[in-house]
């Protein structure tokens, strides 16, 4: 293949399309990681964001060279990719319905994918089902509403299952507490009853990791480890780290041995049972959000009962992750939805 062969394959897409495909094993390693520790980190987008960057200026010379038609449709879908789909992500990660990988995930997709890609398989040209305006983006974005609409629908089969018929079981499952301490999500309960706001499983762990205690310690000496005065000193309390299951100690056996004094030079507030107040404090930033109050009404609640209920949470990315694959392949579900329904052309 000559340069100007090579040249003219890449303006005109082809070339480009195929690039594209090194976005899979990509996601396919965050959607691992997000299952794995619920942290993706940052490094992992950069390769991503250069190869969009390139192919998208790739694509906007072939367009020019084409013009007409071509070159409006292009400019198109890159607005609403880069103007609509990937401010979409940044403005959930603010709301609170994103994390910030979730966000970076979704405006890594708006600049890799805003056209659709074409792909031959044994002959058939992939994918099947595109929408008009044809923003790939979009519809990876719509595609995973729609297989994250899933799970509670599997989660409450499961629960049924196994006799579990609560008004919580499309969010949540029961579990032992001894193996709460290794989950990822948060509860949803209080020592009050059901809520939609328990507290954050990562936030526990950053209080044990304060505290240099387990979960078990906690159970077994609720007494002890309730009075303030049970504190470490400033100079002997632990790193809280980000509250991820290897980012510290293990937070489920071991702590302080039974019968071992506690010291008492930091007395501690008297109005702050368990000290959650004094640890929010010591912190740089905040533990996700959590308040004092929701902090000891977790730790209340898992002191006193032997099974709580909780809600993992499923990492946006995997329906993410998903969502590409169907898109790459079968294309736009909610177009064929609504084709099914007769609600579009």
Known sequence: MTLATALDALFAGRTTHLLRLFAVPVFALAAYRDVETRRVRNELWVPLVVLGLVLLAADAVGALRLGGFRLRLFVIHVVVSLGLVAPLGYVFWRLGGFGGADAKAVIVLALVFPEFPTYYLAGVAVPLVQPPLGVFSLSVLSNTVLVGLTFP?????????????????????????????????????????????????????????????????????????????????????????????????????????????????????????????AFLASLDGDAYGTTPAELRAGVELLVDRDEVWLTPGLPFIVPTFVGLLVALTYGDLLSALLRAVGGAP
């Open 153 to 277: 629908l599997l989660l409450a089969a499961r629960n049924l299952l196994a006799g579990r018929r609560r008004p919580i079981m499309l969010i949540g499952r029961p579990v032992q507490v001894p193996a709460v301490a290794t989950e990822y999500g948060s509860l949803l309960e209080t020592p009050d009853g059901f809520t939609r706001d328990g507290l954050d499983l990562d936030a526990l762990r950053m209080y044990l990791r304060w505290r240099g205690l387990t979960l078990s310690d906690l159970r077994a000496h609720p007494d002890r480890y309730r009075d303030p005065a049970s504190l470490p000193p400033e100079g002997e309390r632990g790193d809280p780290t980000d509250g991820a299951l290897d980012a510290g100690s293990p937070v489920t056996d071991g702590g302080t041995p039974d019968g071992e004094a506690e010291s008492t030079a930091n007395p501690g507030d008297p109005d702050d049972p368990w000290g959650t107040a």
